[in-house]
């Protein structure tokens, strides 16, 4: 299968069985999806060799590790150094998440930090290493996330 194609109810039932829970025990997927634990076993083999299901981790909490504040940073790469930004803010370890966009900014950064001046520092050291100019917004609260599987509508 293509990544996302040939996905039915019963794959989308189990990818958001395992967003809510990626260390659920066969059994629970099984009970959860009403499917038997073979063809849970089958089914998770198979999304996982097809990439649709990409691993497995732990989501940390930011605050837990001292880095309460986070902030998405705009980036407005010169069209000669947009491709190496990827790289570049892979190697500053407050980056988190790092997206190509479309509009006027070229890239999408999320950063966690511990503080303001951390931010400060973080953005000082992306603004030195992209040489461009930035647009911060700062996080105030989380009211939710979700994975794209608990949002993906049955088809």
């Given at each position: 299968m293509a990544r996302g194609e040939g996905l039915d109810s019963a794959d989308r039932r189990?990818?958001?069985?395992?967003a809510a829970d990626g260390r659920a025990k066969l059994s629970a997927l099984a009970q959860t999806t009403g499917m038997c634990v073979?063809?849970?076993q089958n089914r998770v083999r198979k999304l996982e060799?097809?990439?649709?299901?990409a691993g497995y981790r732990a989501?940390?909490?930011?605050?837990?590790?001292?880095?309460?504040?986070?902030?998405?940073?705009?980036i407005y790469a010169e069209p000669d150094d947009e491709d190496g930004v990827?790289?570049?803010?892979?190697?500053?370890e407050e980056v988190t998440?790092?997206?190509?966009?479309?509009?006027?900014?070229?890239?999408l950064v999320k950063i966690s930090v511990a503080d303001a001046q951390a931010?400060?520092?973080?953005l000082s050291r992306i603004r030195a290493a992209v040489r461009t100019r930035t647009r911060i917004t700062m996080v105030l609260r989380t009211h939710f996330e979700r994975s794209a599987a608990?949002?993906?509508?049955d088809q």
């Open positions: 189990l990818l958001a069985a395992l073979s063809t849970v060799e097809a990439g649709v299901i989501l940390v909490d930011p605050a837990a590790v001292g880095r309460p504040i986070s902030a998405f940073v705009e990827p790289e570049i803010l892979e190697g500053i998440a790092c997206w190509s966009v479309a509009g006027e900014a070229t890239h931010l400060d520092h973080v608990a949002t993906t509508p």
